[in-house]
């Protein structure tokens, strides 16, 4: 099998390229990871694994019609891993248009350069093909606490530029499997967490600031409550859907974990307050700062996979407790690694180039 990731050196895409690449009998034959390379893109996730013979990195856009259309020329591709997207919801408020074009622009590229590549394979290869789109709870809105938990046939109901510009893809992909029997798939999960993820989302955000003595930022009230996925679990799950999901088919991915923001950070603080206590004596909670909250910030998330345990048998392997103590843990021993990506993300936005 010859796969084309999209977005791999990114927080999850790195994270499923190293859990296929690291797969004892894999069925890889080689491993195509395209990336911009823009600010959360960062090949150290990936430095490891570069000699890797069935590794090929490609820097480019998947806005980029004809190199993506070589890229499925020269490597004889099989299968389509989409994790490219402008991801940032505080991004999408401050300049939606970055998001449009890659989310949907890029997406729809990317899609048209699968389809002809796909028209042209021979049987049984046609057949195998797979274009497998990875996507956000985000696009389903927001929930109150008595709402259930969203399912795959939840409406959308975007609330943020970023939301909407994935829920356009999602339609696209949907699209391009009804118009032209593209063999697609769409996974939508709920909040990830883990090794690699980029230093100005909440959980590493909260890390980093608490060992440098910095305030912890909390919106509002901090009872915004998220559905979390230790990213690993979610990584196993994708390749699952790739592997066996049934064509044209949406597969919610949810780590199972509802939980409120402020636990979250209080939790976090308890595990450094053990692993690695402050000098002073002090207790990071002490470090909590409640902010002015996001505009339009959604309420709840929570995800129902229950289609996905059915039909796949997957369930999550790691709790909240195993998988937050497994993700502090990874940043008191890769500090330099996290240190290193927000000198240069300050870089490129002093050049006006984040």
Not at 45 to 52: C, E, S
Not at 156 to 182: I, M, W
Not at 261 to 278: F, H, M, W, Y
């Given at each position: 099998?010859?796969?084309?990731?999209?977005?791999?050196?990114?927080?999850?895409?790195?994270?499923?390229?190293?859990?296929?690449?690291?797969?004892?009998?894999?069925?890889?034959?080689?491993?195509?990871?395209?990336?911009?390379?823009?600010?959360?893109?960062?090949?150290?996730?990936?430095?490891?694994?570069?000699?890797?013979?069935?590794?090929?990195?490609?820097?480019?856009?998947?806005?980029?019609?004809?190199?993506?259309?070589?890229?499925?020329?020269?490597?004889?591709?099989?299968?389509?891993?989409?994790?490219?997207?402008?991801?940032?919801?505080?991004?999408?408020?401050?300049?939606?248009?970055?998001?449009?074009?890659?989310?949907?622009?890029?997406?729809?590229?990317?899609?048209?350069?699968?389809?002809?590549?796909?028209?042209?394979?021979?049987?049984?290869k046609k057949s195998a093909f797979r274009f497998l789109h990875v996507s956000?709870?985000?696009?389903?809105?927001?929930?109150?606490?008595?709402?259930?938990?969203?399912?795959?046939?939840?409406?959308?109901?975007?609330?943020?530029?970023?939301?909407?510009?994935?829920?356009?893809?999602?339609?696209?992909?949907?699209?391009?499997?009804?118009?032209?029997?593209?063999?697609?798939?769409?996974?939508?999960?709920?909040?990830?967490?883990?090794?690699?993820?980029?230093?100005?989302?909440?959980?590493?955000?909260?890390?980093?600031?608490?060992?440098?003595?910095?305030?912890?930022?909390?919106?509002?009230?901090?009872?915004?409550?998220?559905?979390?996925?230790?990213?690993?679990?979610?990584?196993?799950?994708?390749?699952?859907?790739?592997?066996?999901?049934?064509?044209?088919?949406?597969?919610?991915?949810?780590?199972?974990?509802?939980?409120?923001?402020?636990?979250?950070?209080?939790?976090?603080?308890?595990?450094?307050?053990?692993?690695?206590?402050?000098?002073?004596?002090?207790?990071?909670?002490?470090?909590?700062?409640?902010?002015?909250?996001?505009?339009?910030?959604?309420?709840?998330?929570?995800?129902?996979?229950?289609?996905?345990?059915?039909?796949?048998?997957?369930?999550?392997?790691?709790?909240?407790?195993?998988?937050?103590?497994?993700?502090?843990?990874?940043?008191?021993?890769?500090?330099?690694?996290?240190?290193?990506?927000?000198?240069?993300?300050?870089?490129?936005?002093?050049?006006?180039?984040?």
């Amino acid at each position: 099998m010859n796969i084309l990731v999209t977005g791999g050196c990114g927080f999850i895409g790195s994270n499923f390229i190293r859990q296929r690449l690291l797969e004892k009998n894999s069925p890889l034959q080689k491993l195509v990871n395209l990336d911009a390379l823009t600010y959360a893109g960062n090949p150290a996730n990936l430095a490891d694994l570069a000699g890797d013979p069935r590794y090929v990195f490609a820097h480019g856009s998947i806005g980029d019609a004809a190199l993506v259309a070589q890229l499925f020329a020269d490597h004889a591709i099989d299968a389509v891993v989409n994790f490219a997207a402008e991801s940032h919801v505080d991004r999408s408020i401050d300049s939606p248009e970055p998001f449009i074009q890659t989310n949907v622009v890029g997406t729809l590229r990317l899609l048209n350069a699968a389809r002809l590549h796909w028209a042209k394979l021979p049987e049984p290869k046609k057949s195998a093909f797979r274009f497998l789109h990875v996507s956000t709870d985000e696009v389903y809105g927001t929930l109150s606490a008595a709402d259930p938990a969203f399912t795959e046939e939840t409406p959308f109901a975007p609330n943020s530029p970023y939301a909407a510009s994935k829920a356009s893809s999602d339609h696209l992909v949907r699209s391009y499997q009804h118009t032209f029997k593209l063999p697609t798939l769409t996974t939508n999960c709920s909040n990830n967490y883990g090794p690699f993820h980029f230093p100005e989302k909440l959980i590493p955000l909260v890390i980093l600031n608490a060992l440098e003595g910095k305030p912890l930022p909390v919106y509002g009230d901090g009872m915004q409550i998220r559905d979390w996925l230790y990213v690993e679990d979610h990584a196993a799950a994708i390749w699952l859907v790739l592997q066996q999901g049934r064509v044209g088919e949406t597969y919610n991915i949810g780590g199972l974990n509802e939980k409120p923001n402020i636990e979250i950070v209080q939790t976090i603080c308890g595990l450094l307050d053990a692993k690695s206590p402050r000098a002073d004596g002090k207790r990071y909670i002490e470090q909590i700062t409640y902010v002015a909250d996001r505009p339009g910030h959604d309420r709840r998330y929570a995800i129902d996979c229950t289609k996905l345990q059915r039909e796949l048998g997957w369930n999550p392997r790691e709790s909240f407790t195993t998988g937050i103590a497994k993700t502090v843990d990874w940043y008191l021993t890769h500090r330099t690694w996290a240190a290193d990506i927000t000198a240069k993300k300050y870089a490129r936005e002093r050049l006006g180039t984040g």
